[in-house]
């Protein structure tokens, strides 16, 4: 039986580390998910896209670690959902279904692609702010013996932010 982990992420570097580390772990690409607001799409990629070349987002894929391996795996999950109405950037099987669903024709499209995809409405309003917010979501639709380790990277994923983010304020106050 397979089971859907997501979870939300305030960086591009801790989105970038979970995606890494559910390839490694051996869950395909079209299993995972990657969603955010076009404006974070823009502020945290616009290093590779302002190359102007035809493959822009696609040379992410070679660089490697860093906003490169979101980037290509952006790329290589599959589909590519760039709506205008909601602004909003998806990735992979939640890419597919929120265009299916419409979610492109405005603003309360998000909300009702994320219930569509079986999250109850109180988690669909969250993972709506949570974008709009600037974070970036990543969901992995596992078989349930993985589940547990999905949520442990997610987990791991976060203390990683928690130690960046006070090692930028150590940095500062020094």
Same mark, same amino acid.
């Given at each position: ?22 390839? %490694? @772990?051996? &869950?395909?690409?079209?299993? &995972? ?8 799409? #823009?502020?945290?990629? *616009?290093?590779?896209?302002? =190359?102007?070349?035809? %493959? ?19 790329? =290589?999950?599959?589909? &590519? ?14 890419? =597919?279904? @929120? ?20 999250? *109850? %409405? ?5 993972? #709506? ?23 442990? &990277?997610?987990?791991?994923?976060? %203390? ?15």
């Amino acid at each position: 039986m397979k089971s859907t982990a997501n979870d939300t992420f305030k960086s591009s570097e801790a989105a970038n580390y979970v995606v890494d580390r559910l390839l %490694e @772990l051996g &869950i395909h690409r079209e299993d &995972i998910s990657v969603l955010m607001s076009s404006h974070t799409h #823009e502020k945290e990629f *616009d290093a590779i896209e302002d =190359s102007h070349a035809p %493959e822009g987002i696609a040379t992410g894929a070679i660089l490697g670690g860093g906003l490169g391996g979101i980037v290509g795996a952006l790329t =290589s999950i599959g589909t &590519i959902a760039i709506t205008g109405g909601a602004g909003l950037v998806a990735a992979g099987p939640l890419a =597919s279904a @929120l265009l299916g669903l419409g979610a492109g024709a405005g603003t309360g499209g998000l909300l009702g692609g994320i219930i569509g995809l079986g999250f *109850d %409405e109180t988690e669909a309003k969250r993972k #709506e702010k949570d974008i709009s917010d600037g974070h970036i979501v990543i969901a992995a639709h596992v078989d349930s013996n993985l589940y547990q380790t999905v949520q442990g &990277i997610f987990d791991e994923a976060h %203390e990683r932010e928690e130690h960046n983010r006070q090692r930028r304020q150590a940095v500062e106050f020094s």
